[in-house]
Nanobody, 127 residues
Framework: QVQLVESGGGLAQAGGSLTLSCAAS????????MAWYRQAPGKQRDMVTR?????????????YIEDSVKGRFTISRDNAKNTVYLQMNSLRPEDTAVYYC???????????????WGQGTQVTVSS
């Protein structure tokens, strides 16, 4: 099958930078769009928060950046390595979240794209 493995999360100070990477591997025929989502911690215990898209990139390099991170975050991909990156600059405490990689992947011998998720990587920004 297909695995998405994220790396690069961690702790940063406000104003700092982090770069996330997500590598797809397995029985891959092609990858369509790749994206980063994030899910912030709930303010109440057991509160389930929404997973929101942060940025998305097509195979051809067209990008979408969510307004709250526009000008600070950049998404890119290396198609030869089946890898997507998220460069995060000028980090703010409100960027604290678990960041998830998402990809639309066609596996070998199938014509349709299926959705795959990484396991998530924690990003914590201190003030």
């Amino acid at each position: 099958q297909v695995q998405l493995v994220e790396s690069g999360g961690g702790l940063a100070q406000a104003g700092g930078s982090l770069t996330l990477s997500c590598a797809a591997s397995g029985s891959i025929s092609s990858i369509n769009r790749m994206a980063w989502y994030r899910q912030a911690p709930g303010k109440q215990r057991d509160m389930v928060t929404r997973r929101d898209m942060v940025a998305r990139i097509t195979t051809g390099g067209d990008t979408y950046i969510e307004d709250s991170v526009k000008g600070r975050f950049t998404i890119s991909r290396d198609n030869a390595k089946n890898t997507v990156y998220l460069q995060m600059n000028s980090l703010r405490p409100e960027d604290t979240a678990v960041y998830y990689c998402h990809a639309e992947v066609a596996v070998l011998y199938r014509n349709n794209y299926d959705n795959y998720w990484g396991q998530g990587t924690q990003v914590t920004v201190s003030s």
